[in-house]
């Protein structure tokens, strides 16, 4: 490519925060739930570009027709792939492209088409653009969104805070992540964390049913507590785990969970998890293995039902967190029997038509029940 900028690049990256930040001067987004790419086009050769530098366009070959007939012939632009089902984003739907058979790949894009939503703009031709301010690539990106249509898409962006807030709220429920605040002079910085990000924070009660050593050993202490809430048929589903501890709180943990391994076992819900990978129902059980964990050890350590924590969340997949949970305190006051779905608040969806008017509806194919889309059932 004779691009003034060539792969791999990494992308510009945001902190977190609690809120909306102040002042003048920002650029509000929101936050889609998909794969960050970066797209290079130089005539008809396009390349897909991940997060950590690696190639996407065997997982998405769907994308590759569209991004070659409706760019700029010569450009890099910044954006997100997604998935949309019944009018929300369907991250599992994007897991299961990550799929070594290409015939595999193939199936799934037919049946569950991909989209992408840019929201910035790197290069156009010669110019390397990384160092113009953000309104300005904002503008152009802006200028060339005019001439796409689905699956490419612009992000909205506005600059008023109020309206940012109602995105905050309204959207989630189609799956969006939150909000992204840019500074509108602020150049494009690959591989730093200059934007901020607002992110939906909740929190519930959880049953701690088992935990796994850290990964450097068990010298270092606990490395995630297992999560379990307990379904309208009383039996305990995995939920997700709690990780991220201080090197201090991985050693406390060892003492804390001690007593609870007594027997940890005996009488366990998850007792047979630990004699098979996956379930009846073809899912991955705690310790197994994944496309995204190879090479790690997810071996798990059952204790006794009894340890309540509660736990910071942004939001659900399905019937498990979305992301990694957030240790809270523990909660001796709370009986194990009361961590149950019902506490989780739900967002009420909103159609992604909300942000993109019938673009994203112009594209949907008659619905197609597959692994990712058939309803499942609870794990026993």
């Known amino acids: 490519m004779t691009l003034p900028l060539k792969p791999p690049i990494l992308p510009m990256l945001a902190k977190r925060a609690e809120a909306l930040p102040d002042g003048e001067g920002w650029r509000f987004e929101p936050k889609w739930d998909g794969f960050r790419a970066l797209v290079f086009r130089d005539g008809g050769e396009v390349y897909l570009q991940s997060r950590d530098g690696r190639p996407l366009a065997r997982y998405f070959p769907d994308l590759l027709a569209p991004l070659a007939q409706q760019l700029p012939t010569r450009c890099v632009l910044d954006g997100e792939i997604v998935i949309e089902q019944g009018g929300a984003l369907d991250f599992e739907a994007l897991q299961l492209r990550l799929h070594p058979a290409a015939s595999r790949v193939a199936l799934l894009a037919q049946r569950q088409p991909a989209a992408m939503v840019f929201f910035d703009l790197l290069a156009l031709g010669d110019a390397d653009l990384t160092g113009e301010a953000f309104a300005r690539r904002r503008a152009r990106l802006e200028r060339i969104g005019t001439r796409l249509r689905a699956p490419l898409h612009v992000t909205p962006a506005t600059a008023d805070r109020t309206e940012a807030a109602d995105w905050f709220r309204r959207f989630e429920g189609a799956g969006l992540d939150g909000i992204v605040a840019k500074r509108a002079g602020g150049r494009y910085e690959p591989d730093q964390r200059v934007m901020v990000k607002v992110k939906h924070a909740r929190e519930c009660d959880c049953v701690v049913a088992g935990f796994r050593w850290h990964r450097?050993?068990?010298?270092a202490g606990v490395g995630s507590l297992l999560l379990g809430l307990y379904d309208a048929a009383g039996q305990l589903q995995h939920v997700g785990v709690c990780a991220s501890f201080t090197a201090a709180m991985r050693r406390d943990l060892v003492k804390v969970l001690e007593p609870h391994r007594v027997s940890g076992l005996r009488g366990h819900p998850w007792q047979d998890w630990a004699e098979a990978a996956v379930d009846e129902a073809g899912r991955r059980r705690p310790g197994a293995s994944s496309r995204w964990s190879a090479g790690k050890d997810l071996s798990w350590e059952p204790l006794r039902i009894g340890l309540v924590a509660e736990v910071g969340y942004d939001h659900m997949q399905g019937d498990r967190f979305r992301h990694t949970a957030q240790f809270r305190r523990w909660r001796p006051d709370k009986p194990a029997r009361e961590c149950t779905y019902a506490q989780l608040e739900v967002a009420a969806p909103e159609e992604l038509a909300?942000?993109?008017?019938?673009?994203?509806?112009?594209?949907?194919?008659?619905?197609?029940?597959?692994?990712?889309?058939?309803?499942r059932p609870r794990r026993p």
């Not at 450097?216 to 010298?219: F, K, M």
């Open 216 to 219: 450097s050993g068990r010298a």
């Open 354 to 375: 909300s942000i993109f008017g019938d673009g994203l509806r112009a594209r949907r194919r008659p619905k197609v029940t597959t692994a990712a889309t058939a309803p």
